[in-house]
């Protein structure tokens, strides 16, 4: 079974803190995906890697920033959290046009 | 007009019943969709990949209309355990699924 963690399931920061969202996924998967996901507007794409090193700008990628240094590990950067990224974050793999797995989440709350 | 649009419920139905949810996108060049089920608080599984000739899982069927722009998903003897929100997802891309079009998600709630 594929399986995709995230470094932590709940997370309370404060503003202007630089915040970690780390993703690792176990499946050799090219693809990896940073979501983020609301009441009433749903899953938002942010950033998403195709290969080690290349990004592209998802959606929503302001305030954010990502790094794949190596194929298993995808992680998403605040610079300064502020208030309105307080969310659900998901991170998601897939191969191809095959299905994407998600992890489990990070509920980040910035007070 | 919204990319993808569902109905967002809730839809309460009895333990037994039949419910059908229907699924509308804007892109005629849409080339795969998806149904997945995200229960509360949980992340998103991938319930049914849908095929133009249509595709049955148990008791779940999902169709494709491509000529009216909509797949629709029919959920027959409905348990307590299919209450979740069922999300629509459309990929407008051929030969890779990078970006993906997510509904807002359906909400089911089945009662005993």
């Known amino acids: 079974d594929v399986k995709v963690t995230q470094s932590s399931r709940y997370l309370v920061k404060r503003t202007g803190e630089k915040v970690f969202l780390e993703c690792v996924q176990d499946?050799?998967?090219?693809?990896m995906f940073w979501y983020r996901q609301d009441p009433g507007l749903g899953l938002r794409l942010i950033y998403f890697s195709y290969d080690v090193k290349m990004k592209e700008k998802g959606d929503i990628p302001e305030g954010y920033s990502v790094s794949r240094e190596k194929k298993e590990r995808f992680s998403l950067i605040l610079e300064s959290a502020s208030t309105n990224q307080t969310s659900m974050y998901l991170c998601a793999s897939s191969e191809g046009v095959h299905e994407q797995f998600f992890g489990p989440g990070t509920r980040l709350t910035v007070l | 007009r919204k990319e993808v649009e569902q109905d967002p419920g809730p839809f309460n139905v009895p333990e037994g019943a039949t419910v059908a949810f229907n699924c509308t996108y804007s892109n005629s060049a849409s080339q795969s969709f998806f149904w997945y089920r995200q229960d509360c608080r949980k992340e998103p599984k991938l319930l049914m990949s849908v095929y133009s000739s249509g595709n049955e899982d148990g008791r779940f069927t999902a169709q494709l209309n491509r000529a009216s722009q909509y797949i629709s998903l029919l959920i027959r003897d409905s348990k307590l355990s299919d209450s979740a929100t069922y999300l629509c997802?459309?990929?407008?891309?051929?030969?890779?699924?990078?970006?993906?079009?997510w509904g807002l998600g359906t909400s089911l709630a089945v009662n005993p």
């Open positions: 997802v459309v990929n407008p891309n051929a030969g890779n699924n990078r970006k993906l079009i």
């Open positions: 499946m050799d998967h090219e693809n």
